[in-house]
């Protein structure tokens, strides 16, 4: 059952060490916050976390949606153990709002992101930049799909708009109620490949995957009429097989994407402005009033949006912000280490005298 899900033979090589130890390979099909849904050969099985495996996740983070883990399973019970998380390939990551250097996975070992944003009134264009940057980030294959082009009157020039910015990654323009798209859609996801759906609550992501699976298994609501947001619907995360082979990845939805370590990401999204900033005069140009600068240049005659250049040093200083205080909490660790080290040491050296 597990091939189904994307069992290889590169994980059972690397999953050789729990083998001997006793355990069984299992994927986290349904991410929950006590117990975790995991397909294995013998069935799904309600899986938690080991005290130690509990214990190390509150340093390296929890197992998400999509991870391989080995068991120990209670086949009669329907339970297991989770008592390790195989390396991921890529993840899907985001900053955790409260926190400066936890990282949320959203999804993990995927190899397409589906960013989704509907052609209504909530479609934004600098949102979307930064879910963009965070999906090239994760190590698998941005898509953007524009849903609900049935709302919009002229989706074919919205959609070019968008894929000028959408750094050269596929622009689908689908519509599940009028069956536009989902073929196209399709083409990404091939068999045993893992798919994620990103974006903002109400976008269409469960309607998609139902249109997708031909039944109604996802929950749906209409989004709100006032300002065309959506309310939440998905309430975790869900790994779902498709009759194609492929698997896709529905989501809650979420507004905002907290960057963290995503330089190359944004790179990659805004890499016209970064091919415009090689062009300048002066190798350190601040892009301010230097004589020369490419960039000034390209917003004075309208080449390069104002707005997406806003956002490009929004973003650039967000993920420079963040790196300072991650070396402050880093040294600070550091001169608790070296602090313990040092009573340990003058405690010992009394012992001695003593």
């Not at 069956?179 to 990404?188: I, K, P, R, V, Y």
């Not at 896709?248 to 907290?258: F, N």
């Not at 995503?262 to 900033?277: H, M, N």
Request: charged residues 25%.
């Amino acid at each position: 059952m597990i091939e189904q899900y994307g069992w290889s033979d590169a994980l059972q090589l690397e999953f050789e060490p729990h083998a001997r130890a006793g355990h069984l390979p299992g994927r986290i099909i349904v991410q929950q916050r006590e117990a975790h849904l995991v397909v294995t050969d013998g069935g799904n099985l309600s899986a938690r976390l080991s005290g130690r495996l509990r214990h190390e996740a509150r340093e390296a983070g929890h197992p998400a949606a999509g991870d391989w883990v080995a068991l120990s399973a209670k086949p009669g019970e329907g339970k297991a153990t989770i008592h390790a998380v195989l390396p991921r390939r890529t993840a899907f990551v985001r900053r955790a709002a409260d926190s400066v250097q936890t990282l949320q996975v959203i999804a993990a070992n995927i190899d397409v992101v589906f960013v989704v944003t509907s052609m209504n009134a909530d479609l934004n264009p600098r949102r979307l930049e930064r879910f963009l940057a965070a999906a090239w980030q994760s190590g698998a294959r941005p898509v953007v799909v524009l849903t609900k082009a049935d709302l919009c009157e002229q989706p074919e020039s919205q959609a070019a708009e968008i894929a000028a910015l959408a750094a050269g990654c596929p622009v689908l323009v689908v519509s599940a109620r009028q069956e536009l798209g989902l073929d196209a859609l399709m083409e990404h996801i091939s068999p045993g490949e893992t798919c994620v759906l990103i974006g903002s609550s109400g976008v269409g992501k469960s309607t998609l995957v139902n249109a997708l699976l031909g039944e109604e298994r996802m929950a749906t609501q209409e989004i709100r009429a006032a300002d065309a947001r959506g309310r939440h619907t998905t309430s975790h995360r869900q790994l779902i097989l498709l009759p194609g082979g492929g698997l896709i990845l529905d989501t809650p939805g979420i507004r905002e994407v907290g960057l963290v370590d995503a330089d190359e990401g944004l790179s990659t999204v805004f890499d016209d402005i970064e091919q415009l900033a090689r062009n300048c005069r002066f190798r350190d140009c601040g892009h301010s009033s230097e004589p020369g600068c490419a960039v000034r240049g390209a917003l004075e005659e309208g080449r390069l949006d104002a707005g997406r250049w806003a956002h490009f040093q929004k973003l650039s200083q967000e993920l420079a912000a963040l790196g300072v205080k991650k070396d402050r909490m880093a040294q600070e660790v550091e001169r608790r280490r070296q602090a313990m080290l040092q009573r340990v040491y003058r405690s010992a050296k009394k012992d001695l005298r003593s």
